[in-house]
């Protein structure tokens, strides 16, 4: 069975830090494509920033030269590192991956989610 698990988020002040990780468990699978996604309240689901499936990132223009998203390939790990926090920025981020699972002998994917953590910025 593999699943996401996420951790960090919280509250900070505007203009603050905060690190998101999200590490995906489980076994036989492999990383096609991994990221975070947000939704603010009232808000669709967005793309955050991403690790593509070449290696390479992609930000929301909301976030670029603030947010910064970085991996453990050992560890199945993605990390969000998020500075200069604005108010805006207030919503559940969550985890989002594409795995290639092993299903007998075939390989077969997947999207999986996090659980969702909530990040707040006070203004």
């Known amino acids: 069975q593999v699943q996401l698990v996420e951790s960090g988020g919280g509250l900070v002040q505007a203009g603050g830090s905060l690190r998101l990780s999200c590490a995906a468990s489980?076994?036989?699978?492999?990383?096609?494509?991994m990221g975070w996604h947000r939704q603010a309240p009232g808000k669709q689901r967005e793309l955050v920033a991403v690790?593509?499936?070449?290696?390479?990132?992609h930000y929301a223009d909301s976030v670029k030269g603030r947010f910064t998203i970085s991996r453990d390939i050992a560890k199945n790990t993605v990390y969000l590192q998020m500075d200069s926090l604005k108010p805006e920025d207030t919503a559940v981020y969550y985890c989002?991956?594409?795995?290639?699972?092993?299903?007998?002998?075939?390989?077969?994917?997947?999207?999986?989610w996090g659980q969702g953590t909530q990040v707040t910025v006070s203004s």
């Open positions: 989002n991956a594409n795995l290639n699972v092993r299903s007998g002998f075939s390989w077969r994917g997947y999207d999986y």
């Open positions: 690790f593509t499936s070449a290696g390479t990132t």
């Open positions: 489980g076994s036989d699978f492999r990383i096609n494509v």
